[in-house]
């Protein structure tokens, strides 16, 4: 076993060793202050260990903490089988194949090899790295643990297969290596230096039992100097628990006894693990602050409202207007409020090309071809029954009145393998599509990825959002499209409460949020709201008044995406959380 990271590793660690001295200090584990765990993390479209908005957020947390020299590295698991592949068959049923990729192609081994006690056994664990460049040459590691090797028994080497597979026990050792032997990981590079654990949601919770034990297991306390902790839902499907007789069964003894100290109310919920056990706790936006502090009985929690990398999910047409306009605008996107002085043909122009890109590969991937002069609406994201995709076809009879030869609509999204009402939604918007294509066009793109994902919030004209109040802690979809001067059409909740300027940057559908508990209200009024919307504002809007249009599509980049983005993120979190200061503004 390695004992620690050495500058004799430089050359298999791929670092640029040629550089500078300042590069190589730089990337020494010593200078590293922060550490950010989360179960998955999206760095790009084929490294296929990211589900949705968490990994797609913690890639675009750490892409701008490369580009604003944040002394921090990420931390996950490495999944062999990735998140399905996503196939529709003729009835509309989601089918799940799984996504074969080889690590060695995108990521490097490194020698590194540490081992966790799990049922009794030594699961070994090795770690693989993929660096980030930053915009300024600044490099951010992340690093996925592995347990598929010869080292392993087979029941042993599957623990890193699948991410969100297999039963609670599957879930717990995972969460087990990633929590317990991420951190050991960690010591093993030689990060001894380490101020600020990072826990992004409670899936990595169990590094606090390994502090513990570095401790000694004297002061839990003590723990909390060292923890920060961020809750990304209030619904309870996202929060993790397993109770002691499984814990027992699957944790070492001195671990199952300290563990029953820390949490002695039965069994073990990961987000109550990291609400005790961290210095600073945040939720996602304002909203989600106050439902979570009315969840769980406590005014100890702040907001981060989340935001997107701004580089990576812009249009390159868009990109190239902002390159020529708002110089710099890639490593400090706040200019982006310079975007009301952009010109509003040259605007359009760039919209209408990401509109045919994303019509494309509609026409490729379905035969269906659209127009590219008929208002599109966009719906794509993760397949869930609260995030309510059907509600748009709450009337069918209603909605083709309004909508008929004028709107055309597009989504997209996986269900989780085991979630069946999500599959069950995706089969209704199916067989909608066939039941009204000869009056309102409605495609479903399977395989919801980054690339995919990145087409649709360019180049649809209206973003769809119609979350069930309020659960929709942020959501991050919309900010894309921001980005990219696409309009926003949402339920209040989330980041749209702060985002939405009725008739300036978008526009909300129902009332203003005044619940702060999961309540369950009459959803046809949020239908009947969404109706009026688009019969009286978006569609009249987009066909009689494309000046004003433009001027909204200018409006989102200036006063959303300026704000909405992980560079301001980051500094907030290095501000409230890490207590650094960015090396780079």
């Keep these: 076993m390695v004992e620690s990271y050495s500058r004799n590793d430089a050359m298999n660690y791929n670092i640029h060793v040629g550089s500078s001295l300042t590069h190589l200090m730089e990337m020494d584990p010593a200078f590293r202050t922060v550490a950010y765990f989360s179960m998955e993390i999206g760095v790009m479209n084929d490294i296929p260990t990211y589900a949705g908005g968490l990994g797609i957020l913690a890639g675009d947390v750490l892409k701008s903490a490369a580009d604003l020299g944040v002394p921090i590295v990420g931390v996950t698991l490495l999944y062999k089988q990735g998140y399905f592949k996503q196939r529709i068959d003729e009835q509309g049923r989601q089918i799940e194949e799984p996504f074969q990729w080889e690590p060695s192609k995108k990521l490097t081994l490194l020698p590194n090899e540490v081992n966790v006690d799990i049922e009794g056994n030594s699961v070994y664990v090795r770690v693989w790295v993929y660096e980030i460049v930053g915009e300024t040459g600044y490099v ?24 969100y597979g297999g039963d609670l026990r599957y879930r717990l050792c995972q969460e087990m290596i990633l929590g317990i032997g991420g951190l050991r990981i960690l010591r093993d590079l030689g990060y001894n ?20 034990r570095e401790q000694g297991y004297i002061d839990f306390e003590k723990i909390k100097e060292q923890v920060v902790f961020t809750s990304h839902t209030p619904v309870a499907a996202g929060h993790d628990y397993f109770s002691f007789d499984l814990i027992e069964k699957t944790m ?16 073990v919920s990961m987000v109550d693990f990291g609400l005790k056990y961290s210095r600073y706790i945040n939720g996602v936006s304002k909203k989600h602050r106050d439902v979570s502090r009315k969840l769980y009985n406590t005014e100890n929690i702040d907001y981060i409202t989340n935001g997107v990398h701004s580089k990576s999910w812009t249009s390159s047409s868009m990109q190239r207007i902002f390159d020529q306009n708002i110089p710099g605008w890639r490593n400090d996107p706040s200019r982006l409020v310079m975007a009301s002085k952009l010109g ?96 309102i066009p409605v495609v479903f793109l399977d395989n919801y990825d980054m690339e995919l994902a990145g087409l649709l919030t360019s180049g649809v004209d209206v973003w769809l959002n119609t979350p069930i109040r309020p659960r929709e802690a942020s959501g991050t979809s919309g900010m894309k499209c921001a980005h990219n001067g696409v309009l926003n059409l949402s339920i209040l909740d989330g980041w749209w409460v702060e985002g939405w300027i009725e008739d300036i940057t978008g526009w909300a559908i129902g009332p203003e949020p005044k619940e702060v508990e999961l309540v369950n209200y009459d959803e046809s009024q949020d239908a009947d709201a ?56």
């Design 140 to 163: 951010v590691p992340v690093y996925f643990l592995d347990t598929d090797y010869e080292k392993n028994a087979p029941e042993q080497r599957n623990l890193t297969w699948y991410l």
């Design 193 to 212: 230096n380490i101020k600020t654990f990072h826990l992004n949601e409670g899936h990595a919770g169990f590094l606090a039992l390994e502090l513990l």
């Design 252 to 267: 070492s003894p001195v671990f199952v006894d300290y563990l029953k100290q820390m949490m002695p109310n039965g069994g």
């Design 344 to 439: 509003d043909n040259e605007i359009w122009k760039a919209h209408q090309a990401n509109k045919m890109h994303l019509l494309s590969k509609v026409l490729e991937k379905t035969g269906i071809e659209l127009d590219t002069e008929i208002l599109t609406i966009g719906f794509a994201r993760r397949a869930v029954a609260y995030k309510r995709a059907d509600l748009i076809f709450k009337d069918i009879n209603r909605l083709i009145d309004i909508c008929a030869g004028k709107v055309q609509l597009i989504f997209s999204g996986k269900a989780h393998p085991s979630d069946e009402d999500g599959k069950k939604m995706i089969q209704r918007v199916t067989e909608i599509s066939k039941e009204i294509s000869d009056k």
């Design 530 to 585: 969404l109706y009026k919307v688009l019969e009286q504002k978006v569609i009249p809007l987009y066909y009689q008044n494309k000046d004003k249009w433009i001027s909204m599509m200018k409006n989102t980049i200036s006063l959303n995406a300026s704000y909405f983005n992980t560079h301001r993120v980051v500094r907030e979190y290095c501000e409230k959380a890490y207590g650094i200061h960015p090396k780079y503004y």
